[in-house]
Structures are given as C-alpha cells and as structure tokens.
C-alpha cells in the first residue's frame, strides 16, 4: 500500500540535499517533478503520466487508479492549468531531462530515508 504521508516525508528531505542537480538542456521548470515522477513509478510501480503547461510537460504518476502529484499541486494551479490530461508517458521519455547518475544519487537517498521511515521489511511489502 502507497503511504503517502511516509513517502512525501522520506520526498522532502532526499530533495533538501539534492541543491547541485545537473539538468539536461530543455528540462522544463525545475525538473523534479520528473524525478520525482520517475521514481515513484520505480519503486512503487506507478504508472507515470503528463499533462501540458505554459513551460512544457508536467510529469505525475498514478497509482491504483488515483492520480499522485508529489511536486505540483502549486505548479498546476499557477500556471493556468484547470485539469489534468492524464497523457501516458514512459521512463524512456522522462530518463531524458536528467542526468543518470544524479537519478541514482536521489533514487538511494529516498530509499534509504523510506527505509528509516517505515523499515526494510515494510518498504519491501509496500512495493510489491
């Protein structure tokens, strides 16, 4: 099961320390919404989906058929935007707009932090 709460604490504080990320060119905005995207669907499954803004996509995910915006609830609001397109995307469309080993830095921060949140054994069942 997806804890939202556990996962968007675990979310903060492995982004605090990820102030040097290195963003390839076109990334819209500031780019985490797509790791973020990214990684939730790696380590929960989620589906990862887009919708258009002003700026380019915004990367979400889904997951059991609820929509899951870790990073731009504000972002969504602020630009205009008044739905969302739910566009399927891919990990081969998002693993683009960063580099791979930033990704894996930030992907072993947040799982050792979820880890810390929730233990290995239960970290273990909420991704299956």
Request: proline share 2%; aromatic share 10%.
């Amino acid at each position: 099961m997806f804890n939202r709460l556990i996962v968007n604490k675990a979310l903060k504080r492995s982004m605090v320390t990820d102030k040097n990320l290195r963003k390839a060119p076109g990334d819209p905005a500031d780019g985490r919404d797509i790791e973020v995207s990214m990684l939730i669907h790696d380590i929960f499954g989620a589906e990862i989906l887009k919708t258009h803004r002003k700026r380019g996509w915004h990367f979400y995910n889904r997951i059991d058929g609820k929509r899951v915006d870790l990073t731009g609830s504000e972002t969504i609001r602020s630009s205009g935007i008044k739905k969302f397109e739910d566009i399927p995307s891919a990990s081969d469309e998002t693993i683009k707009y960063f580099a791979q080993e930033d990704y894996s830095a930030f992907y072993m921060r947040f799982v050792r932090l979820f880890e810390e949140a929730v233990g290995l054994k239960k970290c273990q069942s909420v991704a299956l």
